[in-house]
């Protein structure tokens, strides 16, 4: 890894200031650089400092990375718009990054959560996003898919040892679990196993995406719900399932929602740099085939 300086950035967002740190190597810079784009109700640093490792890491490699409080978070100024609302917040992000590193020509959005929904609707709007890095994408509730919850939840716990140990032990509340284990019951056989994709959270992603056009690493958790309901939802939708099959798709098994551990923060990180050096470098057309023999002598 090279050397890398870290900067502070103070940009404008329509009446709002908003704060970020850019990574920018000290050596040669690529013109594709990266926007951090946060998820949930946190700052430019991240859960478990995932943000800035990852910048650092990313300038170290060569590319320019910016990491951004949206307004009315961290020390940025105004009030939170919500997930849905941050479009002026990642194009003032962008503009900043490319004013500050003019090598920078075009940007990788890299979204986790509702952040990943964010930067996947905003891309099809602004033609210097040369690709998407999402991770964990939100959909909505998690408890609004039963079949999700019972398969993946439920049912793990069932064969969870700790949670016989909590039952022989009296810590399981029978009432409250069973009544909420018959409601899921009740609302998947009542709504059967479709989820709905219309105008919804998902199917906002999806158009956006399959109008972007552009290329895509999809990352998921192995033990999280919201990316299983995001699996679920993909199987059931023939348009999301070709989006996917169009893109690139890594599981970091074991991992949680948030990657909390160094080893998967660690297996984001290397998998995001691979990607992008492959972004920047397509592989050459397969070369024609050399025939070993003349075909007019070939008996």
Known sequence: MSAFTERALCFPCGDDELLGV???????????GVIVVVG????????????????????????????????????????????????????AAV?????AVPRVRQVVLWGLCDGAWAAGVYAPKDARVAGLVLLNPWLG???????????????????????WRKVWRGRVSWHRSGGELLGLCQRVFRRGDGVETGASLSGQLRDAVLRSKRPVLWLLSG????????????EQDPVW?????????MHIEGADHTFSRAQWRDQVAASTLRWLHALQDPP??????????????TP
Do not use: M, N
């Not at 033990?223 to 993909?234: G, I, K, S, T």
């Not at 399932?241 to 798709?249: A, C, E, F, H, N």
């Open 223 to 234: 033990r999280d719900l919201v990316a299983r309901r995001f699996e679920r939802v993909v």
């Open 241 to 249: 399932s070709s989006l996917l099959r169009q893109g690139v798709v």
């Open 40 to 91: 949930g109700p946190q700052y430019r640093v991240g859960s478990h400092r995932q943000f800035l490792l990852l910048s650092r890491y990313l300038a170290g490699a060569g590319f320019a990375c910016l990491r951004f409080d949206f307004r009315g978070c961290g020390d940025a100024t105004g009030e939170s718009r919500g997930f849905e609302s941050v479009d002026d917040d990642i194009r």
């Open 141 to 163: 509730e998690v408890g609004e898919d039963a079949g999700v919850v019972l398969k993946h939840y439920y049912l793990r716990r069932f064969l969870d040892r700790g949670f």
């Open 22 to 32: 850019a990574a920018v190597p000290d050596g040669p810079v690529g013109d594709v």
């Open 95 to 99: 503009d900043a990054l490319l004013k």
């Open 284 to 297: 050459p057309p397969p070369a024609a085939r050399v025939p070993t023999s003349d075909p007019a002598t």
